[in-house]
Every structure is written in structure tokens, then in C-alpha cells.
């Protein structure tokens, strides 16, 4: 069986989690405590960060880019990259929105400040960081309503990586309630239904050690 090492919060390896539940794709999931730097793991990741897989052959993949290219080429039967070159080439380049600008102006300045310092023991959280982060959330859920309009999922027709990339990251931020769901109800209505796919599920039982998320985070009807 394959293994994944992972953290709970972090939106790149919950990326992963919800693509291995859409291929249905039985996986072993191991927390990894990445400010332990581990031996063992750093031999599999010298980068020493969160996710890695390691299939059943023992061919092991770092960085949730790269394991979602592995598997779409390896198990190709249920792809979160369908429809031809131009569509598939849409749903990169959202996914690359969502891993890098999402990640860089919301993720980090709210998740990164508010609770992986905590776990990394690297200062107490800036409170110019965090109103930073709430105020450039707002550019994002808006260009996710635009989306929403316009498209049955973000990336065209059919549910794919966009929406399992753009959805992990909002719900590590969901997680500590900063997002401002009543303002974007277009965004709520799409979040709602990827929240609802069984893939999504294990991730709002995830419970963080000494954080608890608002009551609305694991409910499908909030």
C-alpha cells in the first residue's frame, strides 16, 4: 500500500489527501512533524517539508506539484486534469494561483502566523502580517465567486485539481474562521459543494492538537 507523509494543515498535502480519495487511490497516511527533522525523513526528502509519497514499488515523490503530476501519469483512469491541452493548461494555471499567490498573500500571512509558527517555535505571530492576510483574502474569494459564475467548477466543466487546490488552501484558512464566507456566497455555494465530495471529508475531522476550528468547519450545510 502506498504511503503518504503528511501534516493536518498544511493545504499542499491536504492537496494530495483529496486527490488520492477522488482516484480512490488506498493510501497509508502518516503525520509527519516536520520541525522534528527526522533522519529517516530527511533521507526520503532532504528538503525536509511535507508531502512525500511513497508508492508501492517504493518510488518515492516529494512536493504536491510533482506527486500530482505522478499521479494523473500513473493512475490515469479518474483525472483531475481532463479535457484537452487548453483546459488542462487552465486548471495549471489556477492550481499555480492557489500554490503560489494564494498561498504567499493569504496562507501564510494567516495559517503561517497564527499556527505554524506555534509548531515551528519561530516567534510570535506579526500582527501586520495578519491584517494583511485578511485584507488580501478578499481579492481571492471575489475571484473565486467571478469563477463560480461562470463555470459548474473552477476550472470548466468538471471537478479537477483547480478546485481540490483552491479548496485545500481556503479550508486550512477556514480552519482558524478567518474566512469571511457571508460576503461571497457564489465562493460559499462552490466551497460547499467540494466540502460535500466524500474525498473532502477526512479533512474536517482533522483535529489539530490544542486548536479547535469553528463549529461551521466540518459541517456540509454551513
Not at 488542462?88 to 499556527?115: H, N, P, Q
Request: hydrophobic share 40%; net charge negative; proline share 7%.
Amino acid at each position: 500500500m502506498p504511503t503518504l507523509y503528511h501534516l493536518w494543515i498544511s493545504p499542499f498535502c491536504r492537496k494530495i489527501r483529496v486527490s488520492l480519495g477522488e482516484k480512490k487511490i488506498e493510501t497509508e497516511t502518516k503525520v509527519e512533524q516536520i520541525w522534528d527533522r527526522r533522519p529517516e525523513f530527511l533521507a526520503m526528502n532532504p528538503d525536509g517539508t511535507v508531502p512525500v509519497f511513497v508508492d508501492d514499488d517504493g518510488t518515492t515523490v516529494a512536493n504536491s506539484s510533482a506527486i500530482s503530476e505522478y499521479l494523473e501519469e500513473t493512475r490515469p483512469e479518474i483525472p483531475l486534469l481532463p479535457g484537452d491541452a487548453a483546459a488542462r493548461a487552465e486548471i495549471r494555471r489556477l492550481v499555480a494561483w492557489f500554490d503560489r499567490k494564494f498561498s504567499t498573500e493569504v496562507t501564510d500571512m494567516l495559517v503561517g502566523e497564527k499556527l505554524m509558527k506555534r509548531f515551528l517555535g519561530t516567534g510570535e505571530p506579526s500582527s501586520a502580517a495578519i491584517r494583511a492576510g485578511h485584507t488580501n483574502i478578499a481579492t481571492h474569494m471575489a475571484y473565486i465567486g467571478f469563477l463560480a459564475e461562470r463555470r459548474n467548477w473552477l476550472g470548466g466543466d468538471h471537478f479537477s485539481l483547480a478546485d481540490i487546490a483552491a479548496a485545500s488552501h481556503i479550508s486550512t484558512v477556514d480552519y482558524i474562521g478567518d474566512v469571511p464566507w457571508e460576503k461571497y456566497p457564489e465562493a460559499k455555494e462552490w466551497y460547499a459543494r467540494g466540502k460535500s465530495r466524500p474525498s473532502f471529508r477526512p479533512l474536517l475531522s482533522d483535529h489539530i492538537p490544542g486548536v479547535r476550528p469553528p463549529a461551521h468547519y466540518a459541517n456540509l450545510d454551513f
